[in-house]
């Protein structure tokens, strides 16, 4: 299975089911050095992301990697309240231990422009599974920093698929557009990873089933997540898997297949708020519109088992 070479990351999240699965995905593989994590609001308030990202990291034992708080809120509008999804603690109710460290900060944009600036130009690249706050915020107030990032893989919008909180828009792009659109007008080396490629990647209530039943702490909890997922929504017969897409990407892009598009964000105040459209006039961006959800589903196993 072809892999990346080793990289230097930072995760931005909002944990967030989808996104504790992909940082257990990212403690798990070798490839990711993870310099730290930093917090973002979103799926919850910016206290609990915050503790959660700890929380993770105590499951694995990892008190080494910092977690540094970031934006509480959007720029300039009022976020969204998805409790009856994640549960009012974030992360569906499943066990998982304390922090095993306190904050390492609270100015997330500060953090990763110190951090880029001390890392070689072009080594370090951002994960990004929440809103792109943080990152729209270290554009604005750090551009000599941010122009030093390798590469931002983000999850969120869609393009031709139905949004997942508005008829157009998905929730990530959704709970800041201004981010978002500061963030495609960038000209940072930038892929976003839509519903049009996660809502491919389905894990079924077998595939749980088999992640908790190998015993492994990080497999155990991830199929107990998107358990979690079943019971806060109708579910069907499967549950998309967003963000771990992002890590997935990064590990194996062969699994997906980015094209470029021209991507104009609606930042308006209607319930298309954060809707995506192609434009003529949007920014140019890489986005990944297909993937193989079976070779993908098979990585995430194998990480999170191994």
């Not at 910092?66 to 999804?85: H, M, N, Q, W, Y």
Request: aromatic share 4%; glycine share 10%; with cysteine.
């Amino acid at each position: 299975m072809p892999t990346a070479p080793a990289r230097t990351v930072v995760i931005d999240t909002d944990p967030g089911i989808d996104d504790a699965v992909a940082i257990l995905l990212a403690l798990k593989s070798a490839e990711f050095d993870i310099r730290g994590i930093t917090t973002v609001a979103g799926n919850i308030g910016i206290a609990t992301t915050t503790r959660n990202a700890g929380r993770i990291l105590a499951l694995e034992g990892r008190a080494d990697i910092p977690v540094v708080s970031g934006a509480a809120g959007p720029l300039s509008r009022k976020g969204f309240d998805t409790t009856e999804i994640h549960g009012n603690d974030g992360l569906g109710g499943v066990a998982f231990p304390e922090p095993l460290a306190p904050v390492a900060g609270n100015d997330a944009p500060a953090w990763l422009a110190k951090l880029l600036d001390e890392l070689p130009a072009g080594s370090l690249d951002i994960l990004a599974l929440g809103p792109l706050t943080n990152i729209a915020r270290l554009v604005q107030d750090h551009p000599a920093s941010a122009k030093r990032i390798g590469r931002v893989i983000a999850m969120g919008g869609a393009v031709h698929e139905p949004g997942n909180i508005g008829p157009r828009a998905e929730f990530n792009i959704a709970a800041d557009p201004e981010a978002a659109e500061i963030v495609f007008a960038a000209g940072l080396n930038f892929t976003l990873i839509p519903l049009d490629v996660t809502r491919k990647v389905r894990a079924t209530r077998d595939y749980t089933a088999a992640l908790q039943a190998t015993g492994v702490p990080a497999a155990k909890s991830s199929g107990e997540l998107i358990d979690a997922y079943f019971q806060s929504t109708t579910g069907g017969e499967s549950r998309p898997l967003h963000d771990p897409c992002v890590m997935l990407l990064a590990l194996d892009e062969s699994l997906f297949g980015c094209e470029t598009l021209k991507i104009a964000v609606d930042t308006g105040a209607t319930r298309d708020a954060g809707a995506m459209t192609i434009d003529e006039k949007g920014a140019a961006i890489s986005v990944a519109m297909k993937v193989d959800g079976e070779g993908a589903l098979k990585l995430l196993f194998e990480r999170l088992v191994g």
